[in-house]
């Protein structure tokens, strides 16, 4: 098992690097996921994880500079999903959903490599012809999901 490389944040903000024993920068922390680092990010004084924070402090940045990923439209919806009953699948299925669009991003680059005897075309086709039955699928678990919880007995108790 390997072990969680911790980085500590101190009240001044700066953020603190056990495992190097040096200050690092939000850059160098994202420079940690894309490296696929398992780290904590964690306060100083108290031991609270602070990880999810960081997280999203180093997106929003990125957000604010060049071409943003998300759309205000989509920060919107997902905003709305805050209290609402689906709320629990919801960070569940993006993440499914990534990781679907991962695999493809890799079986996409694969057939690029192999090319070989194949027109751009055809390979799209098999590719759009397996993306749409990976989200189908995907799609049909999570109203599953959702249906069997929105049936669910309501507790007598509560």
Avoid: C
């Amino acid at each position: 098992m390997t072990q969680i490389r911790i980085i500590k944040k101190y009240p001044n903000r700066r953020l603190y690097d056990t495992e190097i024993s040096s200050y690092i920068t939000l850059e160098e922390i994202r420079q940690l996921v894309i490296d696929g680092e398992n780290f904590e990010v964690r306060d100083a004084k108290s031991g609270e994880d602070l990880t999810r924070s960081v997280l999203l402090q180093i997106i929003s940045e990125h957000e604010d500079s060049g071409q943003p990923m998300f759309t205000t439209g989509l920060l919107s919806q997902v905003i709305r999903f805050y209290g609402d009953s689906m709320q629990g699948f919801m960070g569940s299925y993006l993440e499914r959903s990534l990781k679907v669009f991962i695999d493809q991003q890799g079986q996409f680059r694969s057939e690029l490599n192999n090319l070989m005897g194949k027109t751009p075309m055809s390979m799209l086709n098999g590719l759009t012809e397996r993306n749409m039955d990976m989200w189908k699928s995907l799609q049909q678990g999570f109203l599953t999901a959702a249906a069997g919880t929105m049936n669910k007995p309501k507790d007598p108790k509560s």
